[in-house]
């Protein structure tokens, strides 16, 4: 007789306790936890013998070079994110707010694979949803199957048949497994099917994309307690308001997590954006104040993007402090080493940034920017929209050298501009002369005064 086993499980982190808790001690989220069936297992001793024989420990020199294999995924944005390519036999997992685009993107990659078999698995959405969005896209490919199931049983049966040679399953939070009995999207099923699917995938060296869905307030297991399961983490960002998503890697095992993919959500799907900084720049023919440019670096990407501040007389008696895409305590920080070091009464002013296109920065080089953006609409004077800024602030309003200066300048030079400022500390190592556009460097804050007056 099986022996029904349940246990409670975090709905938020996935950390297991044998009776209920209202406050979650790993992740310390309140209300939490739901009791769920988990089948008995035999797990008598962590150190009792196990039947199979055991793999015998090897020279790290002695293991064979493995020659890993990458598919081509045809999108050039996926392939640097992916670090080169798709590697065989790995998990990708693609998580991002519902609405944001997943689907499209993995419908997308898979009309375009001409030379693998692709299947794509939709428990969310019918045969007739999925066939509107590809006629959307606009792609046609014959080696791209669907299949609209979610039992894992299932699955199996479907792709020991037909043989893809890239499985894509949306969403992992629809899938069940009969060993398990909770239903689909608790954290003991998305464990169960992710791992059912890794095995698979290890096993056959067949690449799988699981898309996972989070909500803003983590209250349906996410994919994050798959994050340790998983070879790869892609999350797909962006405003779902703007036009601009950003295709991210959180982990991953086959390459760097500093690429980033840009993409554009048009009504044919998504576009690839490998030009960004000429998007994100509006070339203004009229000088606007408060319309800064600065050169800022997104994974290992150079990109010119506009910063805009707006700054007016508080009506009420708390002066409002708003940013888009730009984190407000740092704001708040630049203001204050603002109102000491070049005496401006920002107390009694509302201060607006704005980054346009919808992207968040935290790239802290934006910081002199920032600063420029405020000064200019505060004096309402109108910077050369061929200039461009690049430099973090310190709390002594000391202007920081930032990283990837080099990338940053030839960037800038690339697209037309004048002058670039940056921080005095980043002239080591660079050669003034071979470049076209000027480089002026400044020391602290004051520095850049007189190009307000
Ligand atoms: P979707 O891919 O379903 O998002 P997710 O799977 O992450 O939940 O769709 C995202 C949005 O994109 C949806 O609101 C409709 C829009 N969209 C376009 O603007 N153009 C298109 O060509 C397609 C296919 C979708
Ligand atoms: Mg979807």
Redesign the pocket.
Known sequence: MVKIKTAFFCQNCGAQSPKWIGKCPQCGEWNTYVEEVIKTENNSSKFSRSLTPSALPILVENIPEATEHRINTNSEELNRVLGGGLVAGSIVLVG?E???????LMLQIALKQKNHKVLYVSGEESLQQIKI?AE??GLKNSSCYILNETKTSNIFEQIEELKPQIIIIDSIQTLVSEKIESPSGSVSQIKECTSELLKYAKETNTPVFL?GHITKEGSIAGPKVLEHIVDTVLYFEGDRNHLFRILRANKNRYGSTSEIGIFE?????LREVINPSEMLVTNHEEQLSGTIIASTVEGLRPILIEVQALVSSAVYGMPQRTSTGFDLRRLNMLLAVLEKRCGFKLATKDVFINIAGGLKVEDPAIDLAVVCAILSSNQDVAVNPKFTFAGEIGLSGEVRPINRIEQRISEAEKLGYEKIFISKYNLKGLDLNTSKIKIVPIKKIENIMPLFF
Do not use: F, W
């Not at 519902?98 to 499209?104: D, E, F, V």
């Not at 959500?265 to 799907?269: A, C, R, Y």
């Open positions: 991002g519902p609405g944001i685009g997943k689907s499209t969005r959307r896209i898309i959500m048009v009504n044919t799907g």
